[in-house]
């Protein structure tokens, strides 16, 4: 097959996937996956579903797959996501952390550190990561609240008003920054 069937398979996979197809969408990454086995993107799309279904170890299967091809942040944060969702803090964590040095706008493991610096107390690992993603990405106000909500776990209040008014001067009206304000 060539390059072509396989970027179709993919494509279609990624539609069906989007649309809730589970089972349309395996079948168009699993002929993606026959059709040009040097791609990543299938196996990622193949894991996804079986997170979806609720069949983790198989996703990590999948995700190793992924990353013998090539290691991407994607793939780390889906292994991530799993061990997120099976308990296994520390090691999601570090998942995580990877898939942010890849790419600091991967938006799974940025909010993946987040809960996880909470759960397991570990928020003053999960804010360097909040910082570079906003040095690429300064208005995307979910992030600087996060960080404030860091920032207040660690005692650190006037760092967590500087970013409140951060947001405040940008958005003037969000009402979730004003609350905060508020109760510090």
């Known amino acids: 097959m060539s390059h072509l069937d396989y ?6 996979g990624e539609c069906y996937l989007f649309m809730g197809e ?3 969408a395996e079948d168009y990454y699993k002929k993606a996956v026959g059709s040009n086995g040097v791609h990543p993107d299938p196996y990622i799309g193949l ?17 190793s ?9 994607k793939s780390f944060a889906g292994m991530g996501l799993i061990m997120m969702e099976t308990n296994r803090q520390i090691e999601a964590f570090a998942n995580f952390s ?12 940025l909010f993946g550190i987040i ?9 003053d690992q999960a804010v360097p990561f909040l910082e570079n993603y906003l040095a ?7 992030v600087r609240y996060s960080l404030a909500g860091c920032f207040i776990c660690m005692d650190k ?28």
């Open 136 to 142: 690429i990405d300064p208005e995307k106000h979910e």
């Open 47 to 63: 894991a996804t579903i079986a997170i979806q279904r609720g069949e983790y170890d198989s996703a990590m299967t999948l995700y």
């Open 22 to 24: 589970l089972d349309k």
């Open 157 to 184: 209040k006037a760092e967590a008003v500087e970013q409140l008014e951060m947001i405040l001067e940008i958005d003037p009206a969000n009402v979730e920054a004003k609350e905060l304000l508020a109760q510090i």
């Open 98 to 109: 990877e898939a942010l040095t890849l790419n600091p706008s991967n938006m799974v493991a």
């Open 65 to 73: 797959k992924a990353h013998n091809v090539e290691v991407t942040d």
């Open 7 to 12: 970027e179709i398979n993919k494509e279609l």
């Open 115 to 123: 809960r996880i610096g909470h759960e397991a107390d570990m928020v």
